[in-house]
């Protein structure tokens, strides 16, 4: 199988047996894996596995402990969504992905937030050891001139609408990415040295050169890292090697998607999404299929409705 575009992976994965087997080999590799306990002494039994170690003893199949648990959708209609939501640079709306894939809207919304689940970075790696980093933050929300007279930013001094709800500021996202590399993103709550310098020391070795604006809050960088920064205050952009073009253009097209695709997203969910797009970027360079398979080796994650919605 090498497969290019939507169509050709459609015809490859045309009976549900097929996706079966083709995800056997992905998960486990010619060895099946008991997900309750662990253990490999396992035996097939028509509808999948079924666990020989005598203190289980349970049934499984190749979804279980996966997105696809207890999943009622086919595998077929699962490798399209998830061919779909990471092929598209600036994801797809469950309102499309129900149109595309003949299904409700809210299956389609729940089908995505798995695919989310699963794109999460489950092994993080330093950034910044042999290239440069930029770090610098974005504030997602609406526009203030778009916004109800009483929801506009002149009212934060009082700290209540005219409605009596409390004021909500935009929310705040640091990103750090390396030129030519990959980009972390979180979301936090605000952008004080408390919650940026932890982020930063967490995904960025010790030691790196790191570019940001004149923010104050990248003062104490110098102390760990060798940081210099772009006079923007100054409309000074590039000064030789320091600037923070890198970081700008990712916010770009995250903004582009949020508004464009998605329209608006709330706190709750605001991390997924961003998961979302930090690894559509870090695998930017993959071909389809390369994608595609390694999204799925770590689909090893469970998410259902209920903690979806009461998280």
């Known amino acids: 199988m090498n497969f290019k575009s939507l169509p050709q992976l459609l015809d490859y994965f045309k009976e549900e047996k097929t996706c079966i087997e083709y995800y056997e080999q992905i998960r486990w590799n010619g060895n099946p894996v008991c997900p309750h306990c662990g253990s490999e002494r396992v035996y097939r ?51 499309q992905l129900a149109l595309d894939l003949g299904i409700t809207q809210k299956t389609a919304w729940f089908v995505l937030h798995r695919i989310r689940e699963m794109l999460k970075d489950k092994a993080p790696q330093m950034l910044g050891e042999n290239k440069m980093v930029e770090v610098d933050e974005a504030y997602i929300g609406g526009k203030e001139k778009n916004k109800h007279i009483n929801k506009r930013r002149s009212l934060q001094d009082r700290n209540l609408t ?21 980009v972390v993103l979180k979301h936090v709550p605000n952008a004080e040295l408390t919650n940026m310098g932890a982020f930063i020391s967490k995904h960025v070795a010790h030691g790196s050169t790191i570019y940001s604006d004149e923010a104050p809050v990248y003062t104490h960088l110098k102390r760990n890292y060798t940081h210099d920064s772009v006079k923007h205050a100054l409309i000074i952009y590039v000064e030789g090697s320091v600037h923070t073009n890198t970081i700008e253009n990712f916010w770009s097209v995250l903004k582009r998607g949020l508004y464009g695709i998605y ?11 961003l998961d979302e797009y930090s690894a559509r970027f870090n695998t930017r360079r993959l071909s389809s299929q390369e994608r595609f398979e390694k999204f799925l080796v770590d689909s090893e994650s469970i998410l259902s409705y209920k903690t979806l919605i009461n998280n």
Do not use: D, M
């Open 162 to 182: 005219n409605e009596g709800k409390p004021f909500t500021p935009k929310k705040t996202v640091v990103g750090i990415i390396e030129r030519n590399g990959k």
């Open 45 to 95: 039994t028509n509808r999948g596995f079924k666990c020989a170690n005598n203190e289980c003893y349970k049934k499984f199949t190749v979804t279980v402990g996966t997105i696809f648990h207890n999943s009622k959708i086919s595998l077929r209609i699962w490798f399209a969504a998830i061919y779909l939501a990471t092929s598209h640079k600036k994801g797809i709306s469950s309102v």
């Open 263 to 273: 329209h608006q997203v709330s706190e709750k969910h605001l991390e997924r999404y």
